[in-house]
T-cell receptor
């Protein structure tokens, strides 16, 4: 299996622009997670889905952030409008019934 | 809320040495514990997963142990190599709270050739 696939790997944008991050989980995994990692706060869970349904989005910073999972093989995390403080590495991860979590390589976002 | 602590934050050892990384957690009602390594600019790579009913797991030169009652896990690395240099994170999944993992802040390991 190719593992969890994220795109883009790097994104540089200007404040106020819309950013869309994409994730393809490992085939057969039923849970998908979006994390954000910064030096100051470490890894933070933003939202996770079970069987394509959002279960806990309490980690989403504010209404500018939204996530969707239209099917079992695709998810998006959208930031609109983006702000400089959103600069971070965003990770997608997936897991099966065993609970073992597998991460993608991350999307490094820089908002100028 | 579950709190996960990893001490030390950084560790340097000469090549060939055996070493132990520590992870402690405050709530013993866990579902599983997972060890990851993260290389600079990369994602997290799963190393070992220990279910709550297990005491240890082994993979190659790595051995992870779990003591739920004391809220502790250790990652033992035998015969360390420069390629082992990375940040090692432990993550705990609580019995409650469904799928949420609580991460430690990591131990940055440097193995000196």
């Amino acid at each position: 299996d190719a593992g969890v696939i994220q795109s883009p790997r790097h994104e540089v944008t200007e404040m106020g622009q819309e950013v869309t991050l994409r994730c393809k989980p490992i085939s057969g995994h039923n849970s998908l997670f979006w994390y954000r990692q910064t030096m100051m706060r470490g890894l933070e869970l933003l939202i996770y889905f079970n069987n394509n349904v959002p279960i806990d989005d309490s980690g989403m910073p504010e209404d500018r952030f939204s996530a969707k999972m239209p099917n079992a093989s695709f998810s998006t995390l959208k930031i609109q409008p983006s702000e400089p403080r959103d600069s971070a590495v965003y990770f997608c991860a997936s897991s099966s019934y065993t609970g073992e979590l597998f991460f993608g390589e991350g999307s490094r976002l820089t908002v100028l | 809320k579950q709190e996960v602590t990893q001490i030390p934050a950084a560790l340097s050892v000469p090549e060939g040495e055996n070493l132990v990384l520590n992870c402690s957690f405050t709530d013993s009602a866990i579902y599983n514990l997972q060890w990851f390594r993260q290389d600079p600019g990369k994602g997290l790579t799963s190393l070992l997963l220990i279910q709550s009913s297990q005491r240890e797991q082994t993979s190659g030169r790595l051995n992870a142990s779990l003591d739920k009652s004391s809220g502790r896990s250790t990652l033992y690395i035998a015969a360390s190599q420069p390629g082992d240099s990375a940040t090692y994170l432990c993550a705990v999944r609580s019995e409650t709270g469904a799928n949420n993992l609580f991460f430690g802040t990591g131990t940055r390991l440097t193995v000196i050739p």
